[in-house]
């Protein structure tokens, strides 16, 4: 499988020269990678191995904090199916998650009980709280520099998007990818992650290199192996970005490739923190967290 060719754009220096390759990548694939972000190695790397213990503990005790899609805690094995999401029949996911959501609330009840409640902590890892509440205050403002960065891309200015996020949504999952010991031989179809495009405005991804890693499509190459700098970040932008811009950026279609055969022990994490804009916001005529909870319903299985 050939390997999809993306622009590492780098967050420490100027930004003029580097807005058309933005331009271009999402016109193309809907994905860029990021470097200069200044998140540390040693936050990732804390949290993956909290996570990992949680992971492996025994699945009566996961069970406690078993959620539904687009809730707070466990998303246990065959929780989400992403192929709904593209009207495909796929076997459920095989993965699980951790799911953490934001919780201050705006002083809108209606709201707060939907989109902004207390996230949940599993007892066994205590460590994992504060680690994840300061990587999602670094990942609050990347994404908020990221999304200055495209708005000058798209020419309309650095506040275009952030001017809309105030008191925006996020969801961040810690995805774990077991190897086949644990999952089984996957069903025909079947993926860790499904192919789809992601619902919202856009995705900060910090991923483990492997075999049954990320893949992303695009239109002239097909489906290809996702670029991998273990220094960067992965950013990839949803449907309501591209809808934001007219068309012009595509929402970037991938999927995560199944445990691999001839490495069947392979275990991979991912941290992925989806970053919305605020709940009320319009786009192309939908309001913004409708579309959201409508996509999270479509993906739920079983």
């Known amino acids: 499988m050939s390997e999809a060719r993306l622009p590492v754009i780098d967050l420490g ?19 860029l990678l990021v470097s200069g972000h200044g998140v540390e190695p040693e936050l990732r790397a804390a949290i993956r191995r909290s996570a990992r213990a949680f992971f492996h503990l025994p699945p009566e005790v996961k069970e406690r904090y078993a959620v539904k899609v687009g809730g707070r805690g466990w998303l246990g094995p065959g929780a989400e199916a992403n192929g709904y999401a593209e009207g ?21 009840p209606a709201v707060d009980a939907e989109w902004f409640l207390p996230n949940t902590w599993p007892a066994e890892t205590p460590e994992l709280k504060p680690l994840v509440t300061a990587y999602l205050e670094r990942m609050r403002a990347l994404s908020d520099h990221v999304l200055d960065l495209l708005g000058l891309a798209l020419g309309e200015g650095a506040d275009f998007f952030t001017r809309h996020t105030g008191h925006p949504t996020f969801g961040f999952n810690v995805n774990w990818y077991p190897g086949r010991e644990r999952t089984g031989e996957p069903e025909p179809g079947q993926f860790r992650i499904g192919p789809h495009t992601d619902f919202g405005t856009v995705t900060i991804l910090d991923r483990e290199h492997g075999k049954g890693g990320l893949q992303l499509y695009t239109d002239a190459g097909g489906w290809q192996d996702a670029p991998y700098d273990p220094a960067a970040f992965t950013v990839n932008i949803g449907d309501l970005m591209a809808s934001w811009t007219g068309g012009r950026w595509r929402s970037g279609r991938h999927r995560v490739l199944p445990p691999p055969a001839d490495a ?39």
């Open 88 to 108: 495909t029949a796929t076997p459920p996911d095989l993965k699980e998650s951790l799911s953490f959501a934001a919780e201050e609330p705006t002083g809108d």
């Open 264 to 302: 069947p022990a392979e275990e991979l994490m991912s941290l992925v923190y989806f970053y919305e804009c605020d709940p009320g916001t319009t786009i192309g005529g939908i309001e913004s967290h409708a579309y959201l909870r409508a996509q999270l319903d479509a993906i739920t299985a079983g």
């Open 13 to 31: 220096r100027d930004p003029a020269g580097q807005l058309p390759a933005v331009d271009r990548a999402l016109r193309e694939a809907g994905f």
